[in-house]
C-alpha cells in the first residue's frame, strides 16, 4: 500500500502535535511556527489549524506527526494472524515481516497478505485520527510488484522511484525487483529541462544555458545513480538533445543544418560530437553519471558506533574505492585525520600526502592520510600559507630570543655576548 496524507495537513490539530512534543526545549520555537498565520496576496490569516505547505518546516512537522507509526505497525503485526508453511509465526517474525516505509510524510507499507494490508489500512487510519489526520483515499493505492491487482498495475511509486518485479527465468523465486525512476519523476525534470529551452528564451547565450542546464541534469541524475537508470538517462539525452537542435536552428533560421552543428554542437572532448558547447562550457549527459550500485547499511548499524571495520569494509565493497583507502580508513579507525571526526557514510574522502610532494614527501602509505574533502582544502590551503622569513631587525627593542621564548633584555642572566 502506498498512502499519502500531506493534503490533510492543512487540518492537522495543533494541540495534538504540540501534545506528542512533550517539554522539549524546542516546544515553544515549533508553537510560534505552527501559529505563524499566513501572509497570501497581501491578506494575513490567523492559522488555527494546519502546517504550512511545502514549508521547510514542514516535513519537520510531519516527522514530529508521524512518530510512532512504525511503532502501531509493529505492534498490531504481533497480534494479528500470520502463517507461514501452514505454522502460526512468532510474534517477533511477524513483526519483521510487516514492513513500514515512512520517508515524513510519504509512506509505503509491504505484506506478501493481502488481508494484512487492509488491516494495518485500518490500524493506521485509526492512528492518524487521534491527530486529526486522515488517509487521503484517492491517493492511497494498493498494488501487488508481480501481478496486476483490482486495474492496478504491478509495482508502486515511493520517492520518485518504481519499484516493481518482473517474472524471469534465470532467479530462484521466479522474479526479479528493478528499481527506476518513476514516469511521473521522469516528466517532471524532463519539463524543467525543456522550460529552460523554450522559444521565449530563443536569445540567451549558449553559455548561460548550458549553466542553468547542468546542475538540473547532474541533480536529477545523482538522485538516481543508484537504481536501474541506464536506459532512462539515455532516452532522457535523446529527447534533450532534439530540444536543443530544435532551440538552435530557430536561432538562425536562414543558416544550413550544417552551419548550426558546426556553431552549437562543435566536437569537444575530442571524442565527443554533437555535445551541446561553446568551447569552454559543455553539456553534461544524463549518461555521464555513472550508476553505482547502492550497498544497504545493515538496520541497527549507525556510522557513530565505532565499528570501523564494518564500515571501511561497507566502503571498500564499493566499485573504484581502492584498496589505499581501505587500508588507511583502517589505520585511522574510520576517522578524518584533520578533524578527528567519524567518516559518515556519504563523506567525501580525499588522500593526503602528510608532507606535500612538492616539500619533498615521498608516496609511501607513510606519508599518507585520509581526510574529508572539505579537511583536505583546509589542509593545502594551510600547507601553502608561507610565513614571512623572521629578521632579527624585526624584534621589539630589548628583547632576545631564548629557547624559543622573547625575553627583555635585562632579566636575561648575564652572558658573555650581552
Ligand atoms: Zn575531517
Redesign the pocket.
Known amino acids: 500500500m502506498d498512502a499519502d496524507i500531506s493534503k490533510c495537513f492543512d487540518r492537522i490539530n495543533h494541540d495534538a502535535l504540540l501534545r506528542k512534543l512533550g517539554q522539549t526545549p524546542y516546544r515553544r520555537l515549533i508553537k510560534q511556527w505552527l501559529r505563524a498565520g499566513v501572509f497570501d496576496n497581501k491578506q494575513f490569516s490567523n492559522t488555527v489549524e494546519g502546517t504550512p505547505q511545502s514549508g521547510v518546516i514542514s516535513p519537520l512537522l510531519a516527522n514530529i506527526a508521524l512518530h510512532g507509526i512504525e511503532k502501531r505497525i509493529k505492534e498490531f503485526a504481533k497480534t494479528t494472524y500470520m502463517k507461514w508453511n501452514g505454522k502460526q509465526l512468532s510474534p517477533s517474525s511477524k513483526a519483521q515481516r510487516l514492513t513500514l516505509v515512512r520517508y515524513a510524510d510519504d509512506f509505503v507499507i509491504l505484506h506478501e497478505d493481502i488481508k494484512v494490508v487492509l488491516q494495518s489500512k485500518a490500524v493506521i487510519q485509526e492512528w492518524l485520527n487521534q491527530i486529526g489526520l486522515e488517509l487521503k483515499p484517492e491517493k492511497t493505492k494498493i498494488a501487488h510488484t508481480l501481478e496486476e491487482y483490482e486495474g492496478n498495475k504491478p509495482g508502486f511509486d515511493f520517492l520518485g522511484f518504481t519499484i516493481r518485479q518482473w517474472k524471469v527465468k534465470s532467479t530462484k523465486q521466479g522474479f526479479k525487483t528493478l528499481i527506476k525512476p518513476s514516469s511521473k519523476s521522469i516528466k517532471t525534470h524532463y519539463r524543467k529541462l525543456a522550460d529552460n529551452i523554450s522559444d521565449k528564451r530563443k536569445t540567451i547565450p549558449t553559455k548561460a544555458l548550458i549553466v542553468q542546464l547542468n546542475p538540473v541534469i547532474i541533480g536529477w541524475c545523482n538522485y538516481f545513480s543508484t537504481v536501474v537508470s541506464k536506459k532512462t538517462f539515455a532516452k532522457m539525452d535523446m529527447l534533450l538533445w532534439k530540444r536543443l537542435w530544435r532551440w538552435a536552428s530557430r536561432r538562425h533560421p536562414n543558416k544550413s543544418a550544417k552551419w548550426v552543428k558546426k556553431k552549437y554542437f562543435p566536437h569537444c572532448k575530442e571524442t565527443r560530437n554533437w555535445l551541446l558547447n561553446d568551447g569552454e562550457y559543455i553539456l553534461n549527459l544524463h549518461s555521464d553519471v555513472p550508476i553505482v550500485r547502492h550497498i544497504k547499511v545493515k538496520g541497527n548499524k549507525s556510522p557513530y558506533d565505532g565499528d570501523w571495520t564494518y564500515w571501511s569494509n561497507r566502503i571498500g565493497k564499493y566499485p573504484g574505492v581502492r584498496k589505499e583507502v581501505t587500508t588507511l580508513l583502517r589505520r585511522q579507525k574510520n576517522k ?6 567519524t567518516f559518515g557514510p556519504t563523506d567525501l574522502m580525499e588522500i593526503d600526502h602528510i608532507k606535500s610532494r612538492s616539500k619533498g614527501g615521498d608516496n609511501t602509505y607513510k606519508n599518507k592520510q585520509l ?2 574533502r ?2 583536505h582544502d583546509s589542509k593545502t590551503a594551510l600547507d601553502k600559507k608561507t610565513y614571512p622569513k623572521f629578521r632579527p631587525q624585526d624584534l621589539p627593542e630589548n628583547y632576545v630570543w631564548i629557547d624559543d621564548m622573547l625575553i627583555l633584555k635585562h632579566d636575561v642572566p648575564m652572558k658573555k655576548d650581552d
Open positions: 578524518c585525520a584533520f578533524c578527528g571526526l581526510l574529508h572539505h579537511c
